[in-house]
C-alpha cells in the first residue's frame, strides 16, 4: 500500500516543489493552497490520506484552528505543522491537540522525509488496530440475538433503539444464561461510547472488601498490602460503559458509595483525599427481581431507581422456544468449525427432544449440550442421546442414569426439577411410578409437581 499525503501550503513554488518531490518518492500527494480547499477534500471528496503536511497561517485562516474545529486528529491520519514563526504557546497547543510534530521553516529535508514516514507508518499502525478492533466487535450488534420468535424480534428492536441513546444508566434484568453480558456489549459496541473503554465487575465474583477497592482503587498505604496506587474500575471506565454484573449482590453499604458516585460523577479512591472526576456509562445486570429486593429490603430503593432509567428484560429460552431452529444449527456450525467435525444432520428425534425440554439454563445450557453432541459425533448425524435431556439419557449401561451439569449452569432447585422430569418421563408420566423410582411418597411428588409447573398424566 502506497503512502499518502496532503499538503496545504499557499506559497505556489513550495507547494508544487513538494509535491513532485514526494510523488518520485512513490507517494499519493494531494495538494491545497489553502484551508477553504483543505476542507473539500476531505469532507466533499472524503479524502483520507496518512499525513497532512500543512502551513500554520494560511490565507483563510490558522491551520492549527482548522484541525481543532474539525475534530482534530482522525484515527489513521497524522498531521505535522510547518511555520515560519512559530512560538511556544503554538507548539505547547499542538502536543495538546494531539498533532504529530511542529516544525519550523526552513526544516532539513531529509529530517522530514524522516518524519513523514514515521508518521505514515504511525497511520498505518492505528488503521490496522481499528480496522482489527471493528472487526472484533462487529460480532456486538443486535443481531446477535438469533431468532424469529416475538419476544427476540422485540429485544432486537429495543437494543437497536437504545444503542443510539446516550442513556446515562441502564437495568438488564434476566435469569442465568439468557446473555444478558451479551446484550451489555452489544449496547456498548453498538452505541454512542463504542470508542470508549469497555470495563466490567461481577458482583459475586468478589469478596465485599475487594469488591469496593476494584470498583473505587486505592492509594497506597489505605489498608494492609494496599503498597500503590490502584485506578478502580470507575475511574478507567471513564469516558466508556461499566458493566455491573450481578448487582443485587452488592453490600448494602457500597451501595450507597456507588449511588453517590453515580449521582455526583465523582468519588474517592479508598484511602484519598480527593475527588476523582468520571462520565461513565453505567449498565447493571441481575437475575433477581431487584423490586422484589427493595420491598426485601436488600437492596436500596434509591439506587434502584437511579439505575433503571431504562429497564430491559432479556427472556428465557423457554419462551421463545421457535428460536430452536435457527439457533441449534448456527451452535453446530460453531463447533463443527472449532472441534473440525462434520455435523449436519439434525434428526426429528432431537428436534423433538431440544423443543420439549424446558431449558432452566438458558442458552448457556443449551450450547452446553450442543457441545457435547458435537464433540462426540462419529459422523453427519448429530448424537442426540448424548443430550442429556429428560427422556434422552447419556448411554452408560444404567437406564436410571440422570445427567446433571455442575457447571453452574442449574441451580440446586433447577436440578432437582430435571430429576423429577426425568422420573415422569421414564414412568410415562405416572405419579404413582415416578414416586416410586425416587423413593418418594406420591404427595411429596405432586407438591414438587404444582410447585415446578410440570405437567403429567396424574396417574
Not at 46 to 61: A, Q
Amino acid at each position: 500500500m502506497s503512502n499518502s499525503l496532503m499538503i496545504v501550503e499557499d506559497e505556489v513554488l513550495l507547494g508544487e516543489e513538494l509535491t513532485h518531490y514526494y510523488r518520485k518518492l512513490d507517494w499519493d500527494v494531494w495538494l491545497a493552497r489553502n484551508l477553504g480547499e483543505a476542507r473539500r477534500l476531505l469532507t466533499d471528496q472524503h479524502l483520507e490520506p496518512l499525513v497532512v503536511l500543512s502551513d500554520m497561517s494560511l490565507p483563510d485562516g490558522n491551520a492549527l484552528d482548522f484541525f481543532e474545529q474539525h475534530g482534530g486528529r482522525r484515527p489513521g491520519c497524522e498531521w505535522i505543522f510547518l511555520t515560519g514563526y512559530g512560538t511556544v504557546a503554538d507548539s505547547v497547543r499542538a502536543v495538546r491537540l494531539g498533532v504529530y510534530d511542529f516544525l519550523e521553516k526552513p526544516c532539513d529535508p531529509n529530517y522530514l522525509n524522516l518524519l513523514l514516514e514515521n508518521a505514515a507508518r504511525c497511520a498505518h499502525a492505528q488503521r490496522r488496530l481499528t480496522f482489527e478492533t471493528a472487526q472484533g466487535n462487529a460480532r456486538y450488534t443486535p443481531s446477535v440475538f438469533v431468532g424469529d420468535s416475538p419476544a427476540t424480534i422485540k429485544l432486537r428492536q429495543m437494543l437497536e433503539r437504545l444503542a443510539q441513546l446516550p442513556f446515562s444508566s441502564l437495568m438488564l434484568q434476566g435469569e442465568t444464561g439468557t446473555g444478558k453480558g451479551l446484550a451489555a456489549r452489544v449496547l456498548h459496541y453498538s452505541g454512542l461510547r463504542h470508542q470508549g473503554p469497555w470495563v466490567e465487575l461481577n458482583s459475586a465474583a468478589l469478596p465485599r472488601e475487594l469488591v469496593e477497592s476494584e470498583l473505587f482503587g486505592y492509594e497506597a498505604g489505605a489498608f494492609t498490602g494496599a503498597t500503590s496506587r490502584h485506578h478502580g474500575l470507575l475511574e478507567q471506565a471513564d469516558g466508556g460503559t461499566l458493566f455491573l454484573d450481578e448487582l443485587g449482590e452488592l453490600d448494602l453499604g457500597i451501595q450507597a458509595k456507588l449511588l453517590k458516585a453515580v449521582e455526583d460523577k465523582r468519588f474517592r479512591r479508598l484511602g484519598g483525599k480527593r475527588d476523582i472526576q468520571v462520565e461513565v456509562q453505567i449498565i447493571a445486570a441481575s437475575k433477581r427481581d431487584l423490586a422484589k429486593e427493595v420491598e426485601a429490603g436488600h437492596f436500596r430503593i434509591d439506587l434502584y431507581h437511579r439505575l433503571a432509567v431504562f429497564q430491559l428484560a432479556i427472556p428465557p429460552l423457554r419462551e421463545r422456544k421457535e428460536d430452536l431452529r435457527l439457533l441449534v444449527p448456527l451452535l453446530v456450525e460453531e463447533f463443527n468449525a472449532k472441534a473440525g467435525k462434520r455435523v449436519r444432520v439434525i434428526a426429528q428425534a432431537a428436534w423433538l427432544a431440544l423443543e420439549r425440554y424446558h431449558w432452566p439454563g438458558n442458552v448457556r445450557e443449551l450450547r452446553n449440550s450442543i457441545e457435547r453432541c458435537v464433540l462426540l459425533a462419529e459422523d453427519e448425524s448429530l448424537p442426540h442421546q448424548w443430550l442429556g435431556l429428560p427422556g434422552t439419557p447419556i448411554p452408560s449401561g444404567n437406564d436410571s442414569t440422570v445427567h446433571l451439569p455442575l457447571d453452574g449452569s442449574l441451580s440446586l432447585e433447577q436440578m432437582e426439577q430435571r430429576i423429577i422430569e426425568s422420573a415422569l418421563a421414564r414412568a410415562d408420566g405416572n405419579v404413582t411410578a415416578a414416586a416410586r423410582l425416587l423413593k418418594a411418597t406420591r404427595e411429596t411428588l405432586r407438591y414438587r409437581i404444582q410447585k415446578y409447573h410440570l405437567t403429567s398424566s396424574a396417574k
